[in-house]
Structures are given as C-alpha cells and as structure tokens.
C-alpha cells in the first residue's frame, strides 16, 4: 500500500497524540494532508503541507495540531494537542505527487490520488 497510517489510539480529554504516515518511496514534489471522519459527518481537511514545507490548517486545528514531513523517511506526522472529545474521528493521510509545488496551494482543498487506510481517534471527556 502506498499509504499507510499509525499512532491513533484513545486518549482523554486535554491529552496529545501523534499519528504517522508511512509513504512510499518518491521523488517528485508532493502535496500531503491529514483528513478525519466523524461519525455521521463529512470527510473534511485538518492540515496540509507541501514539498517547500508550507502548511496550512483547519480552524479547528490551529493552534493545536502540527503536521510535519520528514523527507529523508517518507513519514507524514500529525502531532494533535489539547485533543477534545470534538476530535474523534478517523483520522486519513492522503498524498498527491505533482510536478511542482505550485499544484498544492489549495493545501487540503483538491484532490488526493493516494489515500491510507484510516486509524481511529477516540477523546474521552
């Protein structure tokens, strides 16, 4: 699989998690995002970053989460913070090779050719 995703798991309320995607090996310039999916909801963007490093948040997600990539391993994190019960959800990597990161300044807002299969984030009150 091109994308997989760890690290989810259940925490209470005020508590921190990190979630991780591992990608396959790429060259070329790549947009890459975290999504979460509530029960009953919507699919919708948390974060986004891209392969000059420009990030871009969700309201709900400022402040509080912080998406990084580290080049040398392939590895997309998610470091969540101050989690609230209002974060559970499952939570998606999604990955878009492009020829140039100039593709990506919709950070989460357009399409994703590559999608992991999901871990679950459970925020206890």
């Known amino acids: 699989e091109p994308l997989v995703e760890s690290g989810g798991g259940s925490v209470q309320a005020g508590g921190s998690l990190k979630l991780s995607c591992v990608a396959s090996?790429?060259?070329?310039?790549?947009?890459m995002a975290w999504f979460r999916q509530a029960p009953g909801k919507d699919r919708e963007g948390v974060a986004s970053?891209?392969?000059?490093?420009?990030?871009q948040y969700s309201h709900s997600a400022k402040g509080r989460f912080t998406i990084s990539h580290d080049n040398a391993k392939n590895i997309l994190y998610l470091q969540m913070n101050s989690l609230t019960p209002e974060d559970t959800a499952i939570y998606f990597c999604?990955?878009?090779?492009?020829?140039?990161?100039?593709?990506?300044?919709?950070?989460?807002?357009?399409?994703?050719?590559?999608w992991g299969q999901g871990t679950q984030v459970t925020v206890s009150s």
């Open positions: 999604a990955l878009d090779l492009v020829p140039d990161a100039k593709y990506c300044r919709d950070g989460y807002s357009r399409d994703f050719g590559y």
């Open positions: 090996p790429y060259t070329y310039s790549y947009c």
């Open positions: 970053i891209d392969s000059t490093g420009r990030t």
